[in-house]
Structure formats: structure tokens, C-alpha cells
């Protein structure tokens, strides 16, 4: 997000203004008031005796809630303002402001406070192009309420908006006569109510009410308190572990399907929704602290598992889900996600994480609940994932419209290059895809005998992971440049450029003893490593950019899983230099990590420097602090105990970390003692 906008949000509501508060979209500036894919607000602009306002401070005071402070402008430097104009909004479902005028004169004022509003319904899609509207807008004035609304075909939209002070309304907004006495002050709210085919939303919040509303059973102090608690000697592990839990709380929301149950939305601000990876790595990083979004999630991803072959949708049997979207272009099928399919490692990563959610929590029963998923997920990724027979799990979208190219992490269209920056071309098998299948059927082998009681099941899974880890040591290994190729293209070459793809690798377990040395080498070395993390690309490969989204910017959440691969060999200083980089780039973000920033080498900047399109707070960033402590603290389940064996940085001191919930019930890990104490 740029650093002139506020963004607040509540499950799929949030809010994108300026500092003043105000929006003013544009294809340059997509700010608005949304909810469920579609901008309900995309003009809200207040100004005092027509002229704008000037912001002396703005900030968030809850993920659900900011205020803005302004003042009228006085023309000059050198005059003191004599009143000041107070914003304090919140959302929830339906969005609340509360806007108060105070006089700090001695002398009763007047002035006329005006409320421009406008609403274009823009799909989430639209709002970074000027498109024109398919439908029809419309704008009416019911007694003291403005009505904005849209209608195409059976889709239906409408805010309603109105001021509990008299005001003037007409079509464009609202025109407020307000005089306040000496020393005093004046107060209306402003309520915005969306209007779906369900009907009117509730808007959750009243006059001064700053406690959050949530649509799930736990509140975000609930939520913090059932979280273990750390102490440290290094204060800014303290302040990101903090913000982190704040942020994965902020970022939960609830699917129809489970309405009393949260999962984590990928991010703020354009990716509020349910997206498959995102979701499922998300919870993998936090199964240890918030066992119960990985529940949550695993149950929606299966509940939405695709059961039919739909080109349009990039759908097969037994798919697991990229992207659930409920705007109007996917209501008329103009983009495919309802959801979209497009993603070759979701369906892998939803096996993994179905069996290291019952390693923590030993909660077999949800593994025999969902035993159909996962025999679809593996089928999928034997029948249709494999699409030419060569023992390697393949994309290539057949929705060449609206379809995603690159159906990996790196999703991006120019993300899989060789050395001398060739794009690949399809179908294309990454090599991390590979590591997930292998990691995903050795993880199912082990449910399909401990919990299915299907040996031959187990041992068939067993042979078949073992055969691709040998075939893809074989086909994947650039002995000349000691690393793995990031990809197959469709002629079966050797993608060829060195990249973050290989730490994945170590993180599956899919790379012999005797050739993790050499990856390890490559992630600290100085052509990955920027200081702040390993960069997506190599600086040195011809595609290499620092700021370009997959080709040289380091991604928190891809540094969390390389670390904790890094640890999983036995290279555990490696894996803490990484953590301890990704932790110290936080405290120049005020302890939030953001989705991706820039991947200049330290040296040369001083500070991480700013993505300019990064989404914050974004969940596989958030969640990336809760498995760097894994990682430091050793943290591994073995039976119905929980093994601590801890690996600091001098610089982070000591840590305990207490009430870590699982199959054991909740218990406390030290660096001081190599052992869960209950």
C-alpha cells in the first residue's frame, strides 16, 4: 500500500482512502469502500467551506477502525487554526463515521460542512482500469437518505447512506449547517449500508463504539490471549510477534460454508477472499499458535474441492482451489472464479497440510472426515496434475482469456526465465511443484496407515514418492552450477536460472544429504542473500531486477519456508542468519512485514526498501514470524510430545514461549531447557 492511503477492513469489507479520509478513485488511485468484490463507495469527500481540509495526523486504531484528524486550511503558515474536524470511522460489514467539529475559540463559529458521495460498483477487477459499466447506475433521494444504486440483469447493488444530523441531501451527497458555540463542539454520524441480493447489511458500529464486532465467535482479545505467549531478550521479536498475531487476526473472515469457523483472507487490500496456496501456507505457518485456521481452512478448500472437468475454470476432479471471487464479473461468467482452479500446488500443499495438522493436534478424526478429498487430491495429481505422462506435475491454463500463465507461487507472467532471460514456455513443471508432490505423497503414505489403515495405499504412495525423488535428481540437477533448474519448459529443457525456487526443495525433503550443502551455500551466498533475505532471482541471471514482483524482491513467507528447510538439514545457522534478517527488515515496516519489498543488497540501502504495490497486511507475510520461531526454537511434534531443540542468533539473547497448543495440550518451550515443559 502507498504510504498516502489508510486501509481498514472487517473480513471482506475494507476501506482504501487518503489520509484525509477521502476517496477519490481513479485507475491510478483505487480507493474505495468494498465489500464482497465490489466497490460500493468510490467517492466520499469532505471539505469545509469548499475548500479540502488538511491532515495534522491520521492513523489506524484497530484493523477495524481509524481517525483522522484535520483542520480547515488557514491560507498561511503563520495563523493557528482556531477549529479542527475529527474523522473517526469504523467498518463492519456496513461502514460507520463519526465526524465532530471543534471550536478552540473564544467565539462562536459557523461553517458549512460538505459530503460528496458517489458510488461506480466497480467488480474488484475493473477498479485498476477505466472500463465502462455493462449496467445501469441510478441515483434517488428518500427523505434523509441518499440511495445509490446499479442494476445488470439479476445483479443488484445498491448504498444507502445518511447523517443523523438534519442535513441537505441531494444526489451528489450532503450539505451540513453547523454552528458550534465557544470551546465546544458538534457531532453527526454518517452510516453507509451496502445492499446485496441478501438484502441490507447491519452495520455493526454506533457513535463512539470502538470495540471491534466480529462476524466469528472470537474476538481479537480472545484471540490474542489463546495465543502462547512470549517473552524475549530482544525487544523487536517481541514487537513483530505481536503485530503478527494482530494482523492474522485482522485478517480472518468467514466462509458461508462454515459462517461460526475463520480461515485467513490472503491479504489487504485486493485480496480479501479465499485463496487456496495462500490460505494453506498461511495456516502451515501457524499451526503451532492458531491450530484452528488450519481446521477451518482445510475443511473450505475441501468443501470447494472441484469434482468436474471445466476448461473455463481450469478445473479437474479433485482440484484444490486458487480463488473464490463474488463481483459481478464473476457472476456473469466474464472471469472464472467461482472459483478459479489455476494453481498446479495448492492441491499438494492442501496433503501437507493435512498431515502436519494432525502430527500437532492429533485430531485423526478430520483426516478420516476428509480421507475422500485427499484420495481426490491424489488422483488429481496423478491423472490430470501429470498432463503428459513424464512422472511430473504440469500447467498450462486452458482458459487462454482469463486464465493465469504461470499457475505457481511465482504467478506472475514473465516469473519462470532461463539464465539469459528467456521466458519459458508451457507446459511448465516448476521444480518446488515437484518437491510438494513428493513432500505431499510421503505425508499421505503415513495418513493412509496411521489413521486409514490402508497399507497398500501406504506403501504404494512410499514407492512412488521415492521413484520421482530419484527421477527428479536425475532431470531437475545443473551439475555445473550445483543447483536445481527452476523449472522443465515444454520441451523438456532446463529452466536454468538460480533462484529462492531451490530452498522449497529442502523444505519437501525431496534433495539427497549429499547435495544440500551446495543449496545451502547458494541461499547465504552473496547472489541470492541481499542481507534483508534471499531474493526470488539471482542477482546475476539476465532477468534479474530488484523490483520486479518475482524476479530479485524477497518475499518474507518464502524466506520462512526456506529457513525452516534450512533447519530440517541440520544448516541451523543458516536458517537463523535468514530469520534473523527477515525479523530485523520487519522493524523498518513498524513490525508488519509486508507481502514483498525490493531486493537491493543491504549495503547499498541501509533499510529494506518498499514494493511499491506490496499488499499490508498480507497472511503469508504475517504468518512468516510464527514459523521463523519454529525454526529458532526447534519446534517438531514426535508422537504425543513436542521436541525443543533451539538455535539463536547471538543478537535475539533468550526466548520462551508458553502455552504452545497441540496433541500434548499446552505447553512451554525455552532456550534455556531442551525440552517442552507442560
Not at 412 to 433: K, L
Not at 551 to 579: K, M, Q
Not at 649 to 665: A, F, H, M, T, V
Request: overall charge negative; hydrophobic content about 35%.
Amino acid at each position: 500500500m502507498a504510504k498516502d492511503t489508510i486501509s481498514i477492513l472487517d473480513g471482506s469489507t475494507f476501506l482504501v482512502s487518503d489520509l484525509r479520509g477521502d476517496i477519490e478513485a481513479s485507475p491510478d488511485q483505487p480507493h474505495g469502500f468494498f465489500y464482497r468484490d465490489t466497490r460500493f463507495l468510490s467517492r466520499w469527500h469532505l471539505t469545509a467551506n469548499g475548500s479540502p481540509l488538511d491532515v495534522l495526523s491520521t492513523d489506524e486504531t484497530q484493523y477495524f477502525a481509524s481517525k483522522h484528524f484535520l483542520v480547515p486550511p488557514t491560507g498561511t503558515v503563520n495563523e493557528n487554526p482556531t477549529v479542527s474536524i475529527h474523522r473517526n470511522r469504523t467498518i463492519g460489514d456496513g461502514f460507520h463515521e463519526d465526524v465532530s467539529v471543534l471550536n478552540h475559540d473564544a467565539k462562536p463559529i459557523e461553517l458549512e460542512l460538505r459530503l460528496d458521495a458517489d458510488a461506480d460498483f466497480a467488480d474488484l477487477f475493473e477498479v485498476k482500469d477505466a472500463l465502462e459499466k455493462k449496467g445501469e447506475r441510478s441515483t434517488r433521494v428518500e427523505e434523509d437518505t441518499l440511495v445509490l444504486g446499479y442494476r445488470r440483469g439479476d445483479f443488484v447493488r445498491e448504498t444507502r447512506i445518511r447523517c443523523s444530523k438534519p442535513a441537505d441531501v441531494d444526489e451528489h451527497g450532503f450539505t451540513l449547517r453547523v454552528s458550534v458555540g465557544p470551546h465546544d463542539e458538534w457531532n453527526t454520524c454518517i452510516f453507509v449500508q451496502p445492499v446485496t441480493d441478501q438484502g441490507p447489511l447491519a452495520i455493526k458500529h454506533r457513535h463512539g463504539d470502538e470495540e471491534a464486532h466480529p462476524n466469528i465467535g472470537m474476538s481479537l482479545e480472545q484471540f490474542l490471549e489463546s495465543a502462547p505467549q512470549l517473552e524475549t531478550d530482544w525487544d523487536p521479536l517481541h514487537h513483530v510477534y505481536e503485530r503478527s498475531l494482530i494482523d492474522l487476526a485482522a485478517l480472518r473472515f468467514t466462509s458461508e460454508l462454515f459462517p461460526e469457523q475463520a480461515l485467513p483472507a490472503a491479504g489487504l487490500p485486493w485480496f480479501m477472499t479465499v485463496f487456496g496456496r495462500d490460505s494453506l501456507i498461511t495456516s502451515f505457518q501457524a499451526l503451532p499458535f492458531v491450530p484452528e485456521l488450519a481446521e477451518t481452512t482445510l475443511r473450505v478448500l475441501a468443501a470447494r474441492q472441484s469434482k468436474e472437468d471445466d476448461p473455463f475454470r481450469d478445473a479437474e476432479p479433485g482440484k484444490i482451489l486458487h480463488e473464490i471471487r463474488f463481483g459481478e464479473l464473476t457472476h456473469f461468467d466474464e472471469r472464472p472464479h467461482s472459483p478459479y482452479f489455476g494453481t498446479a500446488d495448492a492441491t499438494p500443499l492442501f496433503l501437507i497440510l493435512l498431515d502436519e495438522f494432525e502430527r500437532w493436534t492429533g485430531d485423526s478424526a478430520l483426516v478420516r472426515e476428509l480421507e475422500p478429498n485427499a484420495r481426490a487430491a491424489l488422483e488429481w495429481i496423478d491423472k490430470w496434475g501429470d498432463r503428459d505422462g513424464d512422472g511430473y506435475v504440469e500447467y498450462e491454463r486452458r482458459n487462454t482469456e482469463t486464465g493465469l500463465a504461470n499457475q505457481c507461487w511465482k504467478d506472475s507472467w514473465d516469473s519462470i526465465r532461463f539464465a539469459d532471460g528467456t521466458i519459458a514456455r508451457g507446459p511448465i513443471a516448476t521444480c518446488e511443484i515437484q518437491g510438494y508432490v513428493y513432500d505431499a505423497k510421503v505425508r499421505a503414505a503415513r495418513l493412509a496407515r496411521d489413521v486409514w489403515g490402508d497399507v497398500e495405499l501406504a506403501e504404494r504412495l512410499e514407492s512412488e514418492a521415492e521413484a520421482l525423488k530419484r527421477r527428479f535428481n536425475e532431470d531437475f540437477w545443473i551439475e555445473e552450477r550445483g543447483f536445481y533448474a527452476l523449472a522443465l519448459d515444454g520441451e523438456k529443457q532446463r529452466v536454468d536460472s538460480l533462484t529462492s525456487n531451490v530452498g522449497h526443495l529442502l523444505w519437501s525433503g525431496i534433495v539427497p544429504e549429499d547435495r544440500a550443502e551446495r543449496l545451502a551455500e547458494h541461499l547465504v551466498g552473496d547472489a541470492l542473500f541481499s542481507g534483508w533475505g534471499v531474493r526470488t532471482m539471482a542477482d546475476g541471471e539476465a532477468g534479474y531486477n530488484p523490483i520486479r514482483y518475482h524476479n530479485g524482491t524477497v518475499w518474507p513467507h518464502d524466506n520462512s519456508l526456506i529457513a525452516h528447510g534450512l533447519a530440517r538439514y541440520g544448516f541451523r545457522d543458516e536458517a537463523a542468519r535468514i530469520s534473523l534478517a527477515t525479523l530485523e527488515a520487519a522493524t523498518f515496516f513498524r513490525y508488519r512485514l509486508p507481502e514483498v519489498f525490493a531486493g537491493y543488497r543491504r549495503t547499498r540501502t541501509s533499510f529494506p526498501v518498499e514494493y511499491p504495490t506490496a499488499s499490508s497486511p498480507q497472511a503469508w507475510a504475517t504468518g512468516t514470524p510464527l514459523l521463523i520461531l519454529r525454526v529458532l526454537l526447534g519446534l517438531e511434534p514426535d508422537g504425543d510430545d513436542l521436541n525443543v531443540n533451539p538455535h539463536l542468533p547471538d543478537k535475539i539473547g533468550s526466548i520462551e514461549l508458553g502455552g504452545i497448543p497441540g496433541r500434548w495440550g499446552r505447553v512451554e518451550a525455552s532456550t534455556a531447557v531442551k525440552e517442552a515443559i507442560a
